[in-house]
């Protein structure tokens, strides 16, 4: 009896501490499995985006959402496919609010050469149609390789670039049909709204313009239209526009998401159903006041302004050259065409008055028979207002000039005069006033001429002389040069 007792004292004294402390009571415990949220463009309250004319945007996007109290996984679909993840916010709108805990950007995109990448080292069925009898088989293989071609091992035999058709069991997870962003949240539960913006690439915007001269050329009518061209991977229903014209700096080809963000969520007067105008801190800033659906792979345009009737003035000028006046050359051009540009002032009193974005402008003009013809076209950088816009036409067909070197003399090792002439020949039935633009460079003083001149800067004189209907008019001028 004394040795069974002391036999049962031992076991329990074995048995008892594995049961109150053995791991593997803990070890039976199931973590519990976190719920996910899918969230698509049908829960949208609103979207509003900014587009730069540097091929990027900023997308704003307010969506409801029906979330379990407690840890969750939402995915957010519908993003654009540019998105630069790194620029990524999300915040809540009211209600009982979200603590993110862990954001994601899903873009393993489902295609036929990834779900081949996904089955490497698994089967797959592989249909082909026997030839003589027209029905589709089935042969089982393993995937071995997909670099430069798929290799297959059917049986015994290892081959590549079987024909046929693959049949695959399922879609792997780790593969989606489209971009994700995956966040998981501590919420409190209920119907909460959120905000997400994000910076996307391959969203892009420029600006043209089509201007009609009148019969004098005195006068002309200007219609300004913005370009916008969507290639981010989704669409955009019935959002705020937003465009932005000037040079945004971008740090390794980002721009910072705070400064984008307040420059968006900005409230701009929509005074008209059009584009609005406002600075916005060293940029220009247009809004249209009409909801638009900017839809993906689409190009859409929107008048940006319109003006009739603001005044201009063509100009024909007559270019010179800095290194003419440092050497012997004699006769330097003959038969030179003269240069076409109109000019005009941005402004209110002038019947514009808008900052207008760089963009071509294609000009046009009527015939005798009221038909309207193309003159030509040039490209405009970002003009703010009060400033003067020059428009390059092209040649002048009927008026040319000859410059000619008629003296050189060298006064010392970098001090030389020169005396020039230049003709010009109008071939039009009225009189053309040509201006002359003369670069000489260096330290220069007129020493004889012809004509009256201004000094324009410290380095070019002009000229402006009249030249007679089917007439022509000589200009000379004597110039000393400094250089050294």
């Not at 029905?135 to 290799?151: F, K, R």
């Not at 913006?197 to 009148?214: A, E, G, I, P, R």
């Not at 230049?422 to 004889?448: C, S, Y």
């Amino acid at each position: 009896m004394r040795r069974l007792l002391a036999m049962v004292a031992t076991l329990t004294a074995v048995t008892v501490p594995a049961t109150s402390e053995s791991p593997a009571s803990t070890s039976t415990e199931t973590p519990q499995e976190v719920p996910t949220l899918r969230s698509t463009t049908a829960d949208r309250d609103a979207v509003a985006i900014t587009v730069y004319n540097q091929n990027f945007g900023l997308v704003r996007e307010v969506r409801t959402l029906d979330l379990r109290s407690g840890r969750i996984a939402l995915e957010f679909g519908d993003v654009a496919s540019g998105i630069q993840p790194e620029t990524v916010h999300i915040s809540p709108i009211g209600g009982p609010g979200l603590q993110v805990l862990e954001q994601n950007y899903q873009f393993d995109l489902l295609s036929p050469q990834k779900l081949l990448e996904k089955y490497v080292g698994r089967m797959v069925n592989v249909y082909r149609t026997n030839p003589q009898t027209g029905v589709e088989e089935a042969l089982e293989a393993e995937v071995l390789s997909v670099n430069g071609g798929t290799i297959l091992r059917i049986g015994d035999e290892i081959t590549f670039n079987y024909p046929g058709r693959f049949g695959f069991p399922e879609v792997p997870d780790n593969l989606i049909a489209e971009p994700t962003l995956l966040w998981r949240l501590q919420a409190g539960g209920g119907e909460q709204q959120v905000e997400v913006s994000y910076l996307t690439n391959s969203l892009n915007w420029k600006s043209d313009y089509v201007m009609v001269l009148n019969e004098d050329d005195d006068e002309a009518a200007l219609t300004g239209w913005v370009t916008l061209t969507n290639q981010s991977g989704t669409s955009y229903e019935g959002a705020r526009l937003q465009l932005v014209a000037g040079d945004v700096q971008r740090v390794n080809g980002n721009v910072r998401p705070e400064a984008a963000r307040a420059m968006m969520m900005g409230d701009v007067a929509q005074e008209a159903a059009g584009f609005s105008e406002q600075g916005f801190f060293e940029y220009h800033l247009y809004t249209l006041g009409r909801p638009a659906d900017l839809m993906n792979n689409e190009q859409k345009q929107v008048t940006l302004l319109e003006a009739d009737a603001f005044g201009v003035e063509k100009r024909l000028i007559f270019h010179g050259a800095t290194h003419y006046y440092r050497g012997q050359y004699g006769q330097v051009t003959s038969n030179q065409k003269v240069g076409v540009y109109l000019d005009f002032e941005n402004s209110e009193r002038n019947g514009l008055g808008m900052p207008l974005p760089r963009g071509v402008v294609r000009v046009y003009k009527r015939d005798d028979d009221g038909a309207q013809q193309f003159i030509g076209e040039d490209l405009i950088d970002h003009t703010p207002r009060d400033e003067e816009v020059r428009i390059k036409m092209g040649e002048a067909f009927d008026v040319v000039g000859d410059r000619i070197q008629m003296d050189y003399d060298v006064i010392s090792s970098c001090v030389s005069e020169s005396l020039w002439r230049i003709d010009l020949r109008n071939h039009k039935d009225e009189d053309v006033d040509v201006t002359l633009v003369e670069p000489v460079g260096g330290d220069w003083q007129i020493l004889a001429t012809s004509h009256p001149y201004t000094r324009l800067d410290a380095w070019t004189f002009t000229m402006s002389p009249e030249v007679p209907a089917n007439g022509s008019t000589r200009v000379e001028y004597r110039a000393r040069v400094r250089w050294c």
